[in-house]
């Protein structure tokens, strides 16, 4: 069980090296690749099949299906967004783009990937896509305007923070008119420090990085502003059906409607700056006072 342990902080340690690197140096890390061999390029991504490798024999669960996804699947991301960044160099968006994520979307979502990890760390799963997305979007198709960058400005708290309070009154009189929220007591302690950090890295980023700034930012380039806001809210809407299910219930419709509402105001804390942080503060402020209190 130690050895399990030591396996998943390595791949966590692993697995976060890259997402740092793009969200605090990411156009001087696309413009260092950019002088590699296109072919390199593209077939790099294939190490994502490492923490799989790691987890999997830690585990005992290794199996050849499963590591042929993770080696193949990043590399066809790489692929595919090297045709989509030639096709379509003003970046107004591409079949390909909306493939990939449709496909990433939905494996989320409907948990096509989760028998090949352990229960307990599906997470790192979903974070090696993220990694496989990030090099797609940032090193090979170069994808602009995305705000996935984390040197804090104060204008993300600014922003991240005046949405809340805009939402709050909004989902909290919703929620308790639909039966969705049940307050219960607590008092404020420390402890909520360290939970809202887990939120805003494990569930608020990436969640925001790929519908605020990849979703939302590519149908701006085609529909405008309002309505790819609002197709984006109702997009992160239904991405909640199949969450926190009533017994006997298929289609969470109450999740459904608060997300998208949700998805509202999201998108326009990431929009008023294109900045991930701003609506990732959002985002996780909302869960924790959701984990906290109701």
């Given at each position: 069980?130690?050895?399990?342990?030591?396996?998943?902080?390595?791949?966590?340690?692993?697995?976060?090296?890259?997402?740092?690197?793009?969200?605090?140096?990411?156009?001087?890390?696309?413009?260092?690749?950019?002088?590699?061999?296109?072919?390199?390029?593209?077939?790099?991504?294939?190490?994502?099949?490492?923490?799989?490798?790691?987890?999997?024999?830690?585990?005992?669960?290794?199996?050849?299906?499963?590591?042929?996804?993770?080696?193949?699947?990043?590399?066809?991301?790489?692929?595919?967004?090297?045709?989509?960044?030639?096709?379509?160099?003003?970046?107004?968006?591409?079949?390909?783009?909306?493939?990939?994520?449709?496909?990433?979307?939905?494996?989320?979502?409907?948990?096509?990937?989760?028998?090949?990890?352990?229960?307990?760390?599906?997470?790192?799963?979903?974070?090696?896509?993220?990694?496989?997305?990030?090099?797609?979007?940032?090193?090979?198709?170069?994808?602009?305007?995305?705000?996935?960058?984390?040197?804090?400005?104060?204008?993300?708290?600014?922003?991240?923070?005046?949405?809340?309070?805009?939402?709050?009154?909004?989902?909290?009189?919703?929620?308790?008119?639909l039966g969705f929220l049940h307050p219960h007591h607590g008092a404020l302690r420390l402890s909520m420090i360290p939970a809202w950090i887990y939120i805003f890295i494990f569930i608020a980023v990436p969640e925001e990085l790929f519908?605020?700034?990849?979703?939302?930012?590519?149908?701006?380039?085609?529909?405008?502003?309002?309505?790819?806001?609002?197709?984006?809210?109702?997009?992160?809407?239904?991405?909640?059906?199949?969450?926190?299910?009533?017994?006997?219930?298929?289609?969470?419709?109450?999740?459904?409607?608060?997300?998208?509402?949700?998805?509202?105001?999201?998108?326009?804390?990431?929009?008023?700056?294109?900045?991930?942080?701003?609506?990732?503060?959002?985002?996780?402020?909302?869960?924790?006072i959701w984990s906290f209190w109701f």
């Amino acid at each position: 069980m130690q050895n399990a342990t030591s396996a998943a902080l390595a791949v966590l340690a692993l697995e976060l090296t890259p997402a740092l690197a793009f969200g605090l140096a990411g156009e001087r890390v696309a413009q260092a690749c950019a002088r590699w061999p296109s072919t390199l390029r593209t077939i790099l991504p294939a190490l994502c099949v490492l923490p799989y490798v790691l987890i999997s024999y830690s585990h005992q669960m290794f199996s050849w299906k499963w590591c042929a996804l993770y080696a193949l699947l990043p590399v066809a991301i790489a692929w595919l967004l090297a045709q989509a960044a030639t096709v379509d160099p003003e970046q107004r968006g591409n079949w390909r783009d909306a493939v990939i994520l449709l496909i990433l979307g939905l494996a989320v979502d409907l948990r096509w990937f989760e028998p090949a990890w352990p229960g307990n760390l599906i997470g790192l799963g979903k974070l090696l896509l993220v990694d496989a997305a990030l090099y797609g979007f940032v090193v090979i198709r170069r994808l602009t305007g995305t705000g996935f960058d984390f040197h804090f400005r104060w204008s993300d708290w600014k922003t991240g923070l005046r949405e809340l309070a805009f939402f709050a009154p909004i989902v909290i009189a919703g929620g308790l008119a639909l039966g969705f929220l049940h307050p219960h007591h607590g008092a404020l302690r420390l402890s909520m420090i360290p939970a809202w950090i887990y939120i805003f890295i494990f569930i608020a980023v990436p969640e925001e990085l790929f519908f605020r700034a990849w979703v939302q930012n590519l149908l701006e380039r085609r529909v405008g502003r309002r309505i790819a806001l609002a197709i984006t809210a109702v997009l992160f809407g239904l991405s909640h059906f199949n969450k926190r299910l009533m017994p006997f219930a298929r289609f969470n419709w109450r999740y459904v409607l608060l997300a998208s509402v949700a998805g509202i105001f999201y998108g326009r804390a990431w929009r008023e700056q294109r900045r991930v942080p701003a609506s990732a503060i959002t985002h996780a402020s909302v869960d924790a006072i959701w984990s906290f209190w109701f």
